[in-house]
């Protein structure tokens, strides 16, 4: 099984940054790809980032360009993302997932692995 731990959520001002990390471990799997989604409360997961593990291509949600990062490290296995200029709009419980497989990064549904979660909440 594979394990993908968040850490680095919090509560920020808005306008303020914060950087995510995604810890994985477990056993070797054919890591394609790794993303970060959120979620709040009655609305459906959406997608933020993605990041193919070999290459390192990026692909962002309109709405995160340009404020967010998403980057690797191969050699601690950790997914980051780093967020600056955050508004309240991105308070969310900001979720890692992985895929073994190269698709439309966008889609929940081609994710294999899934962490628990990181709340963030971007104060006005």
């Known amino acids: 099984q594979v394990q993908l731990v968040e850490s680095g959520g919090g509560l920020v001002q808005a306008g303020g940054s914060l950087r995510l990390s995604c810890s994985a471990s477990?056993?070797?799997?054919?890591?394609?790809?790794m993303g970060w989604f959120r979620q709040v409360p009655g609305e459906e997961r959406e997608f933020v980032a993605a990041?193919?593990?070999?290459?390192?291509?990026?692909y962002y949600a309109e709405s995160v360009k340009g404020r967010f990062t998403i980057s690797r490290d191969n050699a601690k296995n950790t997914l980051y993302l780093q967020m600056n200029s955050l508004k309240p709009d991105d308070t969310a419980k900001y979720y890692c997932?992985?895929?073994?497989?190269?698709?439309?990064?966008?889609?929940?549904?081609?994710?294999?692995?899934w962490g628990q979660g990181t709340q963030v909440t971007v104060s006005s």
């Open positions: 477990g056993r070797t799997f054919s890591r394609s790809a």
């Open positions: 997932a992985a895929r073994d497989t190269i698709g439309l990064m966008a889609d929940q549904a081609g994710y294999d692995f």
């Open positions: 990041i193919k593990w070999i290459g390192g291509s990026t």
